[in-house]
């Protein structure tokens, strides 16, 4: 049998730091929890969390492939739905799929964000 498998943190692709920071820390709330470069020029990696969820962010060529998709379980996806809506961010009104119970976003990189509940 293979080792017990632990967390999964995604790395998504992104090609400006102002815009990642405004959509993943002003918008939807994540916490930077460390940065790294190699140089004060070199792109950027940095590990952002929200909860128990942790994404990694990279501007590296080849670290990944814009345009992914990841599935983040939250409590209530309707009441996260409403509290992004009522933040009127300029560049995101997600919308409610009441069949997977869930509200999906689209980065400014093309990543998709698919938040979700599980019904009870």
Same mark, same amino acid.
């Given at each position: 049998? *293979? ?5 999964t !943190?995604?790395?998504?692709? *992104?090609f400006?730091? +102002? ?5 993943y820390?002003?918008?939807? #709330? /994540? ?7 190699? #140089?004060?020029?070199?792109?950027? @990696? ?8 942790? *994404?990694?962010?990279?501007?590296? @060529? &080849? ?5 992914? +998709? !990841? =599935?983040?379980? !939250?409590?209530?996806? =309707? +009441? ?9 961010? %300029? /560049? ?5 799929? #009441?069949?997977?119970?869930? !509200? ?5 990189? &093309?990543? =998709?964000?698919?938040? @979700?509940?599980? %019904?009870?």
């Open positions: 049998m *293979i080792t017990a498998m632990k967390r !943190v995604p790395i998504l692709r *992104i400006d730091e +102002a815009k990642a920071r405004e959509f820390l002003d918008f939807l #709330e /994540f916490t930077c929890d460390w940065e790294h470069r190699f #140089e004060p020029d070199m792109p950027l @990696y940095m590990q952002i969390s929200n909860g128990d969820c942790l *994404i990694h962010l990279s501007e590296h @060529y &080849g670290d990944c492939t814009p345009g992914s +998709a !990841v =599935r983040i379980e !939250v409590e209530d996806a =309707r +009441a996260l739905q409403q509290h992004l809506l009522s933040k009127t961010f %300029k /560049f995101a009104r997600p919308g409610f799929d #009441e069949e997977w119970n869930q !509200v999906k976003l689209t980065d400014p990189f &093309g990543n =998709r964000l698919h938040f @979700y509940s599980v %019904k009870s």
